[in-house]
């Protein structure tokens, strides 16, 4: 069936769809929220009946939602549902009216020819001569921005020093990308792109080496202050900047502390966890930052900021160059150690999901990431184990996200809905007639509990902090809105949203984040972060003795909740 929704203009104003036999609600919505709200349980009903393998039911239910509500009042929405409607009806044999909706998918801009091409749902229409006419239909629908967007001329491959032609059109290519792209142009009002443009293009012309340019694009593109728009550099630069040593720093109490190690190399060379960083290659950390670090990162809000300053990017360097550090123990004893970086900064021997009882028959489930195939599985697992608990702490404080964590959400309520999202709509005609951008949105989407999810029904509460990013914010924002439980922690890293990714001349490439996200009721989050309802910082002593206080202050507040 359908993988993912399309944002695409509509092009036909109306279409036919078959009659309904069942009774159609009297009044039309009005509003845009009326609107999508019965677009989206609708939609909800109809994937159920779908995954119960009752394919004519599906059927009903989508032509239900055409027949109400006028598909100009669908942009963006329609390709998906009339595609959508045309596998139900395939399923159930309605070859004809199958054909029609899938016609009607192809006018209102289904591209996804690929998916077309391939989806058992549609297998009974194959032999159907017109399936093969609007299969070449896509595929012309789908050639066209892949002629206009993917060319050799301009992604080419790596070479120590790019001709000039070549870096002033990757320089074209980024600024053109984010001007018709990039979601956030608000949130950096003082921001004159076009200006930056013409600034950057002499430092790029005059640049010796692909690895100074791709740190000028990078430079360039933290001036969007957006954690989900970056560049990345090619492949054979990578040991060159992203190279780390196996421990991890982060800021706290104002103060650059070893949160982590990840060798044992580290330690013999003399480092322990709370050791606090002075100096990086007999710099004052803060100094080095200022210079070496801080004006490549692209985040979305201070907390992200100090994290990718702090933890993430401090340290890096070529695997070529040992980095030495300065520290200071817990006694106040100086010492400077040299430590090697490795590709990957050293990785930690743990599982995607972790999960154990803690003090007082509380469940501890702790997801790392949203973006490893046994995630679900694991998190089914845990929720097993754990459902006789008395209450539940679920942890995404290390989570960096990956695909959409909100389906965690099946295993703690019946159904909650999720984030709105929209996106600029650039349509050249209108600007040629002086009207403004339009825009295109979405939801609130809606997670349901299948019949086989593990429920828990007790007193929850979710952990937090600047790591919980991307998907995992996702998550987070729409635990806040469901009122399901309490937040425990430090605001999220506040960037989530669906980058656009490009490649650039010499084998990199670089993404804009195309589309904005909302709480369901509107409130913004992105470029603020989900905000705990209970805010507990670490203190530098918390690090050096090994106590988690936020968790401490997440289980107590389940044991009071029961």
Same mark, same amino acid.
């Given at each position: 069936?359908?993988?993912? *929704?399309?944002? #695409? *203009?509509? !092009?036909?104003?109306?279409?036919?769809?078959?009659?309904?036999?069942?009774?159609?609600?009297?009044?039309? *919505?009005?509003?845009?929220?009326?609107?999508?709200?019965? #677009?989206?349980?609708?939609?909800?009903?109809?994937?159920?009946?779908?995954?119960?393998? /009752?394919?004519?039911?599906?059927?009903?239910?989508?032509?239900?939602?055409?027949? &109400? #509500?006028?598909?100009?009042?669908?942009?963006?929405?329609?390709?998906?549902?009339?595609? +959508?409607?045309?596998?139900?009806?395939?399923?159930?044999?309605? &070859?004809?009216?199958?054909?029609?909706?899938?016609?009607?998918?192809?006018?209102?801009?289904?591209?996804?020819?690929?998916?077309?091409?391939?989806?058992? /749902?549609?297998?009974?229409?194959?032999?159907?001569?017109?399936?093969? &006419?609007? $299969?070449?239909?896509?595929?012309?629908?789908?050639?066209? *921005?892949? @002629? $206009?967007?993917? +060319? +050799?001329?301009?992604?080419?491959?790596?070479?120590?020093?790019?001709?000039?032609?070549?870096?002033?059109?990757?320089l074209s290519r980024l600024w053109s990308e984010a001007t018709f792209a990039f979601a956030y142009f608000d949130q950096v009002p003082e921001?004159?792109?076009?200006?930056?443009?013409? !600034?950057?293009?002499?430092?790029?012309?005059?640049?010796?080496? &692909?690895?100074?340019?791709? @740190?000028?694009?990078?430079?360039?593109?933290?001036?969007?202050?957006?954690?989900?728009?970056?560049?990345?550099?090619?492949?054979?630069?990578?040991?060159?900047?992203?190279?780390?040593?196996e421990l991890r720093t982060e800021l706290i109490e104002d103060r650059v502390i070893v949160v982590e190690i990840r060798s044992d190399a580290v330690h013999d060379a003399g480092v322990s966890i709370g050791d606090e960083v002075l100096e990086v290659d007999g710099v004052a950390v803060k100094a080095y930052a200022a210079e070496h670090v801080a004006p490549y990162v692209a985040a979305s809000t201070d907390q992200d900021r100090a994290l990718r300053t702090y933890s993430y990017e401090l340290l890096r360097g070529s695997v070529a160059e040992p980095v030495t550090l300065t520290l200071a123990s817990a006694d106040g004893t100086r010492q400077h150690v040299e430590l090697p970086r490795t590709q990957y900064g050293g990785t930690l021997d743990r599982a995607n999901v972790e999960w154990r009882r803690l003090d007082g028959d509380v469940g501890l489930v702790a997801i790392h990431t949203f973006n490893a195939a046994d995630v679900d599985s694991l998190v089914r697992e845990a929720m097993a184990e754990l459902s006789d608990a008395g209450g539940l702490v679920i942890d995404i404080r290390q989570n960096g996200g990956g695909t959409s964590g909100w389906w965690v959400m099946r295993h703690l309520t019946d159904r909650c809905e999720t984030t709105r999202w929209s996106a600029r709509q650039y349509v050249a005609v209108h600007r040629a007639w002086g009207r403004g951008e339009g825009v295109v949105e979405g939801g609130p989407g809606v997670v349901a509990a299948d019949d086989d999810d593990v429920r828990f029904d007790g007193p929850v509460a979710l952990l937090v902090g600047p790591r919980t990013f991307s998907a995992a914010e996702d998550l987070a924002a729409t635990f806040a809105h469901s009122g399901r439980g309490t937040i425990v922690g430090r605001p999220t890293g506040g960037s989530t949203g669906q980058p656009l990714f490009f490649s650039l001349p010499g084998g990199g490439g670089a993404r804009v984040c195309a589309k904005r996200d909302v709480l369901p009721d509107g409130t913004p989050f992105v470029g603020i972060g989900v905000i705990p309802d209970v805010l507990v910082e670490p203190t530098v002593d918390d690090v050096r003795r090994g106590h988690d206080r936020a968790l401490e202050s997440a289980r107590t507040l389940v044991i009071s909740s029961g």
């Open positions: 069936m359908r993988p993912f *929704p399309l944002l #695409v *203009p509509l !092009a036909v104003a109306a279409l036919t769809v078959p009659a309904l036999a069942a009774e159609i609600p009297e009044e039309i *919505p009005a509003r845009r929220d009326a609107i999508d709200a019965f #677009v989206r349980d609708q939609e909800a009903v109809g994937i159920a009946a779908y995954r119960a393998g /009752d394919a004519a039911e599906a059927a009903r239910v989508y032509e239900r939602i055409l027949a &109400t #509500v006028d598909v100009a009042l669908l942009p963006g929405r329609a390709p998906t549902i009339y595609y +959508s409607l045309a596998c139900f009806q395939s399923l159930a044999g309605r &070859t004809e009216d199958a054909i029609e909706s899938l016609e009607a998918a192809v006018v209102t801009g289904w591209s996804n020819a690929d998916h077309l091409a391939k989806d058992p /749902d549609l297998d009974p229409l194959r032999s159907d001569a017109r399936f093969d &006419t609007l $299969l070449a239909r896509a595929r012309d629908a789908q050639a066209l *921005p892949e @002629r $206009l967007h993917h +060319s +050799s001329a301009i992604e080419t491959a790596y070479r120590e020093t790019l001709p000039v032609e070549e870096r002033i059109a990757g921001l004159d792109w076009n200006a930056e443009y013409l !600034a950057y293009l002499p430092r790029v012309m005059a640049t010796e080496s &692909t690895k100074g340019y791709y @740190r000028l694009l990078s430079e360039l593109v933290a001036k969007l202050r957006d954690g989900h728009t970056n560049v990345s550099f090619p492949r054979e630069l990578r040991e060159q900047v992203y190279a780390r040593p």
